[in-house]
T-cell receptor
Framework: SQQGEEDPQALSIQEGENATMNCSYKTSINNLQWYRQNSGRGLVHLILIRSNEREKHSGRLRVTLDTSKKSSSLLITASRAADTASYFCAPGASASKIIFGSGTRLSIRP | DAGVIQSPRHEVTEMGQEVTLRCKPISGHNSLFWYRQTMMRGLELLIYFNNNVPIDDSGMPEDRFSAKMPNASFSTLKIQPSEPRDSAVYFC????????????FGSGTQLSVL
């Protein structure tokens, strides 16, 4: 199993701006997932990208995956106050359990 | 489907008492996970089950912690005796398919041990 490392640890932007978070990992993966956690809540799955995919979209979310660099990014466009949350990446290797890192705390300023 | 259901939502107990946390996974899911979250240690995977069988309990902190999954629709995490350092939010999650597929989390149990 392996843990993703999110960067930055914290990010504060103005509402309407785009937010970009990055994730790095160490070994080969089958997929990589992104999750969101609002304060006091459980994690919510946002998107899963497989190792043979380079980019995936879901609404205002765009995820990229670069397996050669062992990194992924999550872009949230036109941010809203409701996007304020912690975001976690979860690299998934074959038959390997999901371990979460410390996440990126995103704050959207009105 | 109602999602992953955890109970109780909040638990306050005194040191030395037994605590039992409960989880009902999403129907049809074959993997179940117990996580613990604190400010200091973040999200830690305690144990996970596949088809009701414990696969990896290496994250269980010590013998005071035990988990069971008697059937596909129910799991418990027990702490006996509880200690103040066990205070945390405990999450249950379930998934279908391989161990690293999409996880569905419950709302968690906020445990405070006084």
């Amino acid at each position: 199993s392996q843990q993703g490392e999110e960067d930055p640890q914290a990010l504060s932007i103005q509402e309407g701006e785009n937010a970009t978070m990055n994730c790095s990992y160490k070994t080969s993966i089958n997929n990589l997932q992104w999750y969101r956690q609002n304060s006091g809540r459980g994690l919510v799955h946002l998107i899963l990208i497989r190792s043979n995919e380079r980019e995936k979209h879901s609404g205002r979310l765009r995820v990229t995956l670069d397996t050669s660099k062992k990194s992924s990014s999550l872009l949230i466009t036109a941010s809203r106050a409701a996007d304020t949350a912690s975001y976690f990446c979860a690299p998934g290797a074959s038959a390997s359990k999901i371990i979460f890192g410390s996440g990126t705390r995103l704050s959207i300023r009105p | 489907d109602a999602g992953v259901i955890q109970s109780p939502r909040h638990e306050v107990t005194e040191m030395g008492q037994e605590v039992t946390l409960r989880c009902k996974p999403i129907s049809g899911h074959n993997s179940l996970f117990w996580y613990r979250q604190t400010m200091m240690r973040g999200l830690e995977l305690l144990i996970y089950f596949n088809n009701n069988v414990p696969i990896d309990d290496s994250g269980m902190p010590e013998d005071r912690f035990s988990a069971k999954m008697p059937n596909a629709s129910f799991s418990t995490l027990k702490i006996q005796p509880s200690e103040p350092r066990d205070s945390a939010v405990y999450f249950c999650a379930s998934s279908y398919g391989s161990v690293n597929e999409k996880l569905f989390f419950g709302s968690g149990t906020q445990l405070s041990v006084l």
